[in-house]
C-alpha cells in the first residue's frame, strides 16, 4: 500500500506569511497532484508534476516535485485569507484503466487577516 | 461545462438504515468515481467505473456496500446496512478517460446516528 504523509497536518498564519506544506512518500508515484478543498465542497485540482525535479508556479503557489519523485512540496508567496483550506497531495501510477490516486490527509490551512 | 452533480448534500440516518447516493457526472466522462472522506482524513476510493463497467472495487465493503452505473452515466452508491464508522462525506469525481484529472462533486455528507 502507497502512503503519502503530509506535515504539518494544521498551520495557521498570518496574512502576508510565506509558507510551506510537504508531501513525503516511500514510495515512487508517475505523478503527483495538488488539491485544495474549502469547506462543504469537493476538492479542485491546483497542479500535477510528473517530471523528477519539476517544478510549477501559479501566481503565488510554486510547487516542486521530488528528484526520486517520492515527495513534493507547496509553497505560498504572501498568503492571503483566500488561500485558506485543506491542501491534499495526491500520488498516481500509470495503470492503464487502472489508474488510481492515493491521497494524502492534508495540510488544514488557515490565513487570519 | 456544467459541473459533477451529487444529492442529497446532506442525510442523517440511524445505524442499521440503508440509504443511496446519487451522482451525474460531467457529461461525455467515461470514467466516474466514488470516494470516502472521513472527517480529518483524505479521499479513500471507494470503486472506479470505466463507462458502465467497474474497473477497482477492491476497497469496497462489499459486504454492506453497493455502487451502479447502469446506463454509463450517472450512479448509485449505496449502503445497507449502515454503521457508526460510515459516518462521512462521500464525493462522486468525473474524468474524461481514467489517466485525466479528475472532477469533484461537492459530496453527500453522512451521519449516522
Known amino acids: 500500500t502507497q502512503l503519502l504523509e503530509q506535515s504539518p497536518q494544521f498551520l495557521s498564519i498570518q496574512e502576508g506569511e510565506n509558507l510551506t506544506v510537504y508531501c513525503n512518500s516511500s514510495?515512487?508515484?508517475?505523478?503527483l497532484q495538488w488539491y485544495r478543498q474549502e469547506p462543504g465542497e469537493g476538492p479542485v485540482l491546483l497542479v500535477t508534476v510528473v517530471t523528477g525535479g519539476e517544478v510549477k508556479k501559479l501566481k503565488r503557489l510554486t510547487f516542486q516535485f521530488g528528484d526520486a519523485r517520492k515527495d513534493s512540496s507547496l509553497h505560498i508567496t504572501a498568503a492571503q485569507t483566500g488561500d485558506t483550506g485543506l491542501y491534499l497531495c495526491?500520488?498516481?501510477?500509470?495503470?492503464?484503466?487502472?489508474?488510481?490516486?492515493?491521497f494524502g490527509k492534508g495540510t488544514l490551512l488557515t490565513v487570519n487577516p | 461545462e456544467a459541473g459533477v452533480a451529487q444529492s442529497p448534500r446532506y442525510k442523517i440516518i440511524e445505524k442499521r438504515q440503508s440509504v443511496a447516493f446519487w451522482c451525474n457526472p460531467i457529461s461525455g466522462h467515461a470514467t466516474l468515481y466514488w470516494y470516502q472522506q472521513i472527517l480529518g482524513q483524505g479521499p479513500k476510493l471507494l470503486i472506479q467505473?470505466?463507462?458502465?463497467?467497474?474497473?477497482?472495487d477492491s476497497q469496497l465493503p462489499k459486504d454492506r456496500f453497493s455502487a451502479e452505473r447502469l446506463k454509463g452515466v450517472d450512479s448509485t452508491l449505496k449502503i445497507q446496512p449502515a454503521k457508526l464508522e460510515d459516518s462521512a462525506v462521500y464525493l462522486c469525481?468525473?474524468?474524461?478517460?481514467?489517466?485525466?484529472?479528475?472532477?469533484f462533486g461537492d459530496g453527500t455528507r453522512l451521519s449516522i446516528l
Open positions: 469525481a468525473s474524468s474524461p478517460r481514467p489517466n485525466q484529472p479528475q472532477h
Open positions: 495526491a500520488g498516481s501510477n500509470s495503470g492503464g484503466s487502472n489508474y488510481k490516486l492515493t
Open positions: 467505473f470505466q463507462n458502465n463497467g467497474v474497473v477497482d
Open positions: 514510495s515512487v508515484f508517475s505523478s
